[in-house]
T-cell receptor
Framework: DAKTTQPPSMDCAEGRAANLPCNHS???????VYWYRQIHSQGPQYIIH???NNETNEMASLIITEDRKSSTLILPHATLRDTAVYYC???????????FGAGTRLTVKP | DTGVSQDPRHKITKRGQNVTFRCDPI?????LYWYRQTLGQGPEFLTY????????KSRLLSDRFSAERPKGSFSTLEIQRTEQGDSAMYLC????FGSGEKLFFGSGTQLSVL
């Protein structure tokens, strides 16, 4: 699986959009980008995934660059409950597990 | 859908003792995963099952660790002769193969080896 690079921490003001970047410059054509988050003392929670098109669901939007070497997870109106560690994972269709890095610790401030 | 449940939530044991954790996945999910997480790190993959077959094991899974999923439903993870380095959060996740591989995680079992 391609490796990912994320900033270790970010802050965001409550009510503003949180934009979390992820670099995956060695991604190959059949690898998907997944995002999970982990709130303190809980297991990770699936957020969204995509291959090359931008995706949106009730939780977030995923923007993947045209060359697929980077992506951004967008939380449109961050709340205090969005404070968590966010993991960007690249996974091939033939791989059978999600391999997590250290993630980005997002702190939403009032 | 009651989600993935893990038991116990916390386990304190003495070095050298054996411990066993249980995971009950979402009922229709055919894949079940075990991960380990230490403080400040992301979860590390240990092993996974498809139905009752254990299809992959990480090199992290030493011979003191064994996992089973006897009827393709719940799973157990046993650690024999525990060591202090085994102290971690043990997470279980399940998924439905072919549904986009969205993993649903339990809240984990926190193991402390004294």
């Amino acid at each position: 699986d391609a490796k990912t690079t994320q900033p270790p921490s970010m802050d965001c003001a409550e009510g503003r959009a949180a934009n979390l970047p992820c670099n995956h410059s060695t991604i190959s054509g059949n690898e998907y980008v997944y995002w999970y988050r982990q709130i303190h003392s809980q297991g990770p929670q699936y957020i969204i995934h995509g291959l090359k098109n931008n995706e949106t669901n009730e939780m977030a939007s995923l923007i993947i660059t045209e060359d697929r070497k980077s992506s951004t997870l967008i939380l449109p109106h961050a709340t205090l409950r969005d404070t968590a560690v966010y993991y960007c994972i690249v996974r091939g269709v033939n791989n059978n597990d999600m391999r997590f890095g250290a993630g980005t610790r997002l702190t939403v401030k009032p | 859908d009651t989600g993935v449940s893990q038991d116990p939530r916390h386990k304190i044991t003495k070095r050298g003792q054996n411990v066993t954790f249980r995971c009950d996945p979402i009922s229709e999910h055919n894949r079940l995963y075990w991960y380990r997480q230490t403080l400040g790190q992301g979860p590390e993959f240990l092993t996974y099952f498809q139905n009752e077959a254990q299809l992959e094991k990480s090199r992290l899974l030493s011979d003191r660790f064994s996992a089973e999923r006897p009827k393709g439903s719940f799973s157990t993870l046993e650690i024999q002769r525990t060591e202090q380095g085994d102290s971690a959060m043990y997470l279980c996740a399940s998924s439905l193969f072919g549904s986009g591989e969205k993993l649903f995680f339990g809240s984990g079992t926190q193991l402390s080896v004294l």
